[in-house]
């Protein structure tokens, strides 16, 4: 079966601290992941995607075929950080599957 | 910057009453989609589109339907609202091929009374 985990609902850091959020796909194909992000009042938006290999706002993640897992990393969190993070996979090269999201939460 | 428009932000709706959500974008995307986002499940696929007149159920069609008559606009209809379709609607569009991301509408938040 086709599925994204993200097992955490909220991941709450300091200002400066590091922070990973984790995913998790099921999948028997080729995936294509990626990260969208959701800060207050304003629309769902692509962070970033495992293909483009980048790094966004200080944010990168790295797609481990042997774990399956896409978990989303950045050094030092800001307080802008704070948002809805949701993991998505590509099947079939249209249909994209979400995860739960988790809600970041970055404190002063 | 692609541009998807969801025509309200919020509606209320009555049980029974058929519903329409109406998704426009203007970058010439070929496929447009349809999700619903609720706290816990995330995003669920209701249904999709990749050309005109062509529709494709997603992983919870139960209740809905879709219109696709123009490339431009795709329209999610629910034929009878119930009070479990209380929900936000989330349209996206995306170009034709693989690892191209979804653009999102504001997404319009439906209550059903």
């Known amino acids: 079966a086709q599925r994204v985990t993200q097992p955490e609902k909220l991941l709450s850091v300091f200002k400066g601290a590091p922070v990973e959020l984790k995913c998790n796909y099921s999948y028997s194909g080729s995936p294509e992941l990626f990260w969208y992000v959701q800060y207050s009042r304003q629309r769902l938006q692509l962070l970033l995607r495992?293909?483009s290999r980048e790094s966004i706002k200080g944010f990168t993640a790295d797609l481990n075929k042997g774990e399956t897992s896409f978990h989303l990393k950045k050094p030092f969190a800001q307080e802008e950080d704070s948002a809805m993070y949701y993991c998505a996979l590509m099947t079939g090269g249209f249909k994209t599957i979400f995860g739960a999201g988790t809600r970041l939460f970055v404190k002063a | 910057d692609v541009k998807v428009t969801q025509s309200s932000r919020y509606l209320v709706k009555r049980t029974g009453e058929k519903v329409f959500l109406e998704c426009v974008q203007d970058m010439d995307h070929e496929n447009m989609f349809w999700y619903r986002q609720d706290p816990g499940l995330g995003l669920r696929l209701i249904y999709f589109?990749?050309?005109?007149?062509?529709?494709e159920k997603g992983d919870i069609p139960e209740g809905y339907s879709v219109s696709r008559e123009k490339k431009e606009r795709f329209s999610l209809i629910l034929e009878s609202a119930s009070t479990n379709q209380t929900s936000m609607y989330l349209c996206?569009?995306?170009?034709?091929?693989?690892?191209?991301?979804?653009?999102f509408g504001n997404g319009t938040r439906l209550t059903v009374t």
């Open positions: 996206a569009s995306s170009i034709q091929g693989t690892d191209s991301p979804l653009h």
């Open positions: 495992h293909i």
């Open positions: 589109s990749y050309d005109v007149k062509m529709k």
